[in-house]
């Protein structure tokens, strides 16, 4: 039987009932302990979902999680305290579909917003799969969604591989993984949806936040931003789970579910085809390959691939993850990318450069082993992999501790003399890593307590007290820091005037002020100090002291450290040696410096970790770098958006975001700017570069340019380009193997292409008076072998045509000649008179059938001929011109030795007597062959051919022929069915006598 895949894909194993069908296999393999590489661990924390509901979660800008389940349930999952559900959706959640996919936005912090993708029941059994927009409710606290905008809807045909995936981009567009909706049991022709571009299952989109098609997507058009193919980045996918954006390129890293034999990680590029159903992996799938739909069709490698089983390097169900970004992990792991499978609980790890080519492979077998099922990666605020395990429901968190950041614990106290009361305050404490903390307090007079604030009476006998505050984080790295108090004295109470929460650019005055007055000592001095706190991820912060001040007012300005924000803090001092401290943190003002390029191409912000966008300060001063070979391996860069010609340039934020394209020379582009003739000729660009699987080409106004790999850079136009595009373009003949050129005799032009796979080159050929036509195969071949429009055939004045019965091929060429091909007689050429005569005689459906030869000399030198299948042949002289010649009529001329024989060369094609019981043809050397049923076909000849003329031929009382002339001891003979007729060799009398 056909492998269930419903089980070893992603998400059939949610369904509780599905777990429980007798007969599945690829379950999910009983769980086991982590086998995981030397100093890693993994800590769980909850997501608000149940185990084998958990499918996606994503961060907030606090720190909490949000986080969806199968069966429709979202929820709001705090830093700390318990998880709380915030909606409910009605979901159709058989299989792998329900509520599956989630994304925030990247403006959340103002605009609320995030996009899910769940599949709903509709009347009738029907359910429909979607894609919405929606507003997350409440402020600092989510409570629910409102606001539902609908962007995708489709028709669901299956319960598996729907829309999955959802990526919400830095610069605010959303990328969506769609499956191919087609039945996992049997070969669906309804796979074949993948290649087409007018249907979104299938493929990678890439769309505007309400969901028309961004202009940079390669079959984009203007005039119909919503139409499906204008949504379309990439297609030929079966099930594209997950997948994340590569930081460097910018490019979807996809995981595409296998049926039978293969899973497999995709780097995709615009306009790709991955080529599902027809391939598998790097090998053609068995029952699909086959397919109509599928001839010609190019697969797009995988960047990796595995194969389907149970052992230590197989796996049954791809998640594509992320690349690490942190910097905790030991360096063979920075910049790798983690994926996974959830059936058999298994992570790997693999480098790829920037171009997207593989330079590790995953490690054989992994290091990360027994870790659960991840379904969703993503990433902790310190950089740490982080990934959705619907085994148990739980967020598991890989970690290395011996590089954990220690916490940082900061504590602030009131006193309350009168009952000799102080409340502690450990809420300003943060850790690096983004952990949730512990708080414990050491009161100093032997007593203790937990928790971020407390109060504490001390007793009579306590004049002064040291209180020391400690925290600790997850993995136990802890920090403490003392409070003097004085329980019999009031704390000073420092009063901070601030700018509020207005931001800050580089350089600009931050001007705060403080007041203090003490219960005993009335006003008091104030003294100020500043950090510049540099975080260029939460998880890495460090301070630098800044300059310190006195007096009520203090200016500082705004720093250049980049991705910093300035403490400013002010602290009084009073004479019982009390201190208070109140701090503003002034927090830079910031634009998003997003780098795209012109092509896939590694393009990098270095001081933001490599990444091609961030929120940066305004004012601030970046270097960005682009490499100089694109992804593609030979786009090379040629210059910025800003006409900068340096591969490495500094930016300065401006006030609002910016983007910075590098542009880079493709193939295409090189040739054209290096020929001015060619410009001159193909004109001016009509349109952006398309890339399309392994060719890629650009439209002019008067052509276009293709190329790929294997025949670099050719142009083509006019009537030619016309023809090429009218029969399929590139994915027909593939890409042109030659520029448009003039033949020889200068009065056509062509092209050659090499068309991949199929049968062979293939070439367009014009002239003036035929127009352009295409040849290829093995006609063009035979047409080669003839001296191609030198020869006996000149210019096709047809494309490949098939014959009305199925069976053949032909082209017609200018010459009064045609080239026939079948299977059984492969490819023959027919011209001149011999062609007319077959053309009369009903072409292939006529008495001849198709030619088995080329038209050949006799040899004599004479006549020239062709065989046909149908036992038959036609023959021409100057003399006789073409006559047909076949059946039995032409096995006895074959028998009598052909044209070398004593008949000669017909004279006439086959024709039928006046008495319509016989056929003849009549010949050259004054013979001729006649046939009827009851006689067969005889030859007669010379004096007693005469002699049966003279008596009225087969209407005379001998009527026809019984035998061909044979030899008798006077000379000759031939029976006839009336009598006889002789010829006597001494006196050359001929006699015809009755029986």
Excluded at 392 to 410: D, F, I, W
Excluded at 425 to 441: C, I, R
Excluded at 695 to 706: D, M
Aim: aromatic share 10%; net charge negative.
């Amino acid at each position: 039987m056909i492998r269930s895949r419903a089980l070893v894909r992603l998400f059939a194993v949610l369904s509780v009932s599905i777990l429980l069908l007798p007969g599945w296999v690829g379950a999910p393999e009983a769980a086991a302990a982590p086998t995981l590489p030397s100093g890693f661990v993994l800590r769980d924390q909850p997501s608000g979902q149940a185990a084998f509901d958990l499918t996606d979660f994503a961060y907030l800008p606090d720190g909490s999680v949000l986080s969806i389940g199968k069966s429709g349930k979202v929820a709001w999952v705090p830093a700390t305290g318990q998880a709380r559900t915030i909606a409910n959706l009605p979901v159709h959640d058989d299989g792998d579909l329900g509520l599956v996919g989630l994304a925030v936005a990247p403006d959340f912090a103002t605009s609320r917003q995030i996009y899910l993708t769940w599949s709903f029941d509709t009347s009738g059994g029907a359910f429909i799969m979607r894609v919405a927009r929606w507003t997350v409710t409440g402020t600092d606290v989510p409570t629910g969604l409102a606001n539902e905008r609908v962007l995708v809807d489709l028709p669901g045909f299956h319960d598996v591989h729907g829309i999955s995936g959802l990526v919400a981009a830095p610069d605010g567009t959303l990328w969506i993984s769609i499956g191919d909706a087609a039945d996992f049991t049997r070969v669906d022709p309804g796979a074949l949806r993948s290649l087409d571009l007018d249907q979104l299952y299938g493929k990678i989109l890439h769309v505007t936040p309400d969901g028309a098609g961004v202009p940079g997507n390669p079959y984009y058009s203007a005039a119909a931003p919503n139409a499906n193919r204008s949504k379309v980045f990439a297609g030929g996918f079966r099930s594209p789970f997950r997948f994340s954006l590569d930081p460097r390129l910018g490019l979807p890293v996809v995981g595409d579910v296998g049926w039978n034999t293969w899973e497999e990680v995709d780097v995709v590029r615009p306009g790709a085809n991955h080529a599902w159903p027809c391939w598998e992996g790097n090998a053609p799938t068995p029952g699909y390959s086959g397919l109509a739909g599928c001839a010609g069709v190019v697969n797009t490698a995988p960047i990796t691939a595995y194969h389907h089983g149970s052992g230590a390097d197989e796996g049954n169900s791809v998640t594509a993850g992320i690349v690490y970004s942190g910097s905790s992990y030991p360096d063979e792991y920075h910049g790798t990318f983690f994926f996974g499978d959830y059936v058999t609980q298994k992570i790997w790890t693999m480098t790829y450069d920037s171009q997207g080519r593989l330079v590790r492979a995953p490690e054989r077998p992994p290091k990360f082993t027994g870790v659960g099922g991840p379904v969703e990666f993503a990433a902790a605020a310190n950089g740490d992999i982080v990934f959705a395990d619907i085994h148990t429901g739980n967020l598991r968190r890989l970690s290395y501790p011996g590089t954990n950041a220690e916490p940082v614990a900061v504590a602030a106290s009131s006193t309350e003399p009168s009952t000799r009361t102080v409340t502690f305050d450990g809420a300003g404490s943060y850790d690096f890593d983004g952990d949730p903390l512990t708080y414990h307090w050491d009161f100093g007079d032997g007593t203790s307590q937990t928790g971020v604030r407390v109060t504490h009476a001390y007793g009579a006998g306590v004049e002064r007290a040291s209180a020391r505050l400690t925290v600790t984080d997850r993995l136990g790295a802890s920090a403490s820091t003392d409070v003097v108090v004085v329980p019999g004295n009031h704390s000073p109470e420092p009063v901070l005037t601030d700018p509020g929460s207005r931001t800050f650019a580089v350089g600009e005055p931050v001007v705060v002020e403080a007041t203090a007055t003490d219960a005993e000592d009335g006003a008091l001095p104030v003294s100020w100090s500043t950090l510049i706190r540099h975080c260029p991820e939460e998880s890495t912060c460090h301070a630098h002291p800044g300059s310190p001040g006195g007096g009520p007012v203090f200016t500082v300005p705004f720093t250049d450290h980049q991705d910093s924000r300035v403490e400013i803090t002010a602290t009084v001092t009073d004479s019982a040696g009390m201190t208070a401290s109140r701090t503003y943190v002034a927090m830079p003002r910031e634009h998003r410096l997003s780098l795209a390029a012109s092509v896939p191409a590694a393009v990098s912000i270095p001081a933001e970790g490599g990444v091609n966008t961030a929120m940066v300060t305004e004012g601030a001063t970046f270097e960005v770098v682009a490499d100089e070979i694109a992804a593609d391996g030979v786009s090379k860069f040629a210059n910025w958006s800003d006409g900068r010609t340096t591969r490495t340039v500094t930016v300065t934020v401006p006030a609002g975001d910016l983007t910075l394209t590098a542009n880079y020379l493709t193939p295409i582009d090189q040739r054209y700017q290096a020929e001015p003739a060619l410009r001159q000729r193909l004109g001016a660009p009509a349109g952006p570069e398309v890339a399309d699987g392994p060719v890629r080409y650009r439209p002019y106004a008067n052509g276009r340019l293709y190329w790929s790999a294997e025949t670099g850079v050719k142009q083509i136009e006019g009537e030619i380009l016309a023809r090429y595009l009218a029969l399929g373009g590139h994915r027909t003949f593939g890409p042109p193997a030659t520029d448009e050129t003039a033949t020889p005799d200068g009065v056509g032009r062509y092209n050659h292409f090499p068309y991949r796979p199929g049968p062979g080159p293939s070439s367009i050929y014009w002239t003036p008076s035929t127009g352009a036509h295409a040849v290829y195969g093995r006609i063009r071949v035979k047409w080669a072998a003839l001296g191609w429009e030198h020869g006996p055939m000149g210019y096709p004045t047809t494309d490949e045509m098939g014959t009305p019965d199925g069976v053949g091929r032909f082209n017609h060429f200018s010459k009064n000649a045609s080239i026939y091909y079948t299977l059984q007689t492969d490819a023959r050429a027919v011209w001149g008179r011999i062609r007319v005569k077959w053309a009369a005689l009903g072409w292939e459906h006529g008495p001849m059938g198709y030619p088995t030869t080329d038209e050949s000399g006799t040899p004599d030198g004479v006549g020239r001929y062709n065989h046909f299948t149908k036992g038959s042949s036609i023959y021409w002289t100057p003399s006789t011109d073409a006559h047909g010649i076949y059946g039995a009529i032409r096995q006895r001329w074959a028998a009598l030795g052909w044209e070398h024989g004593p008949m000669g060369y017909p004279t006439t094609d086959e024709s039928g007597t006046p008495d319509g019981v016989g056929r003849f043809n009549h010949f050259t050397k004054g013979g001729s062959i006649y046939w009827t049923p009851s006689t067969g076909a005889h030859g007669v000849y010379g004096a007693i051919r005469q002699r049966w003329a003279a008596l009225g031929w087969e209407r005379s009382y001998l009527r026809y022929p019984t035998t061909d002339e044979f030899g008798i001891p006077i000379g000759r003979q031939n029976s006839f069915q009336g009598g006889y007729v002789t010829w006597n060799r001494s006196t050359g009398q001929v006699i015809d006598r009755r029986w």
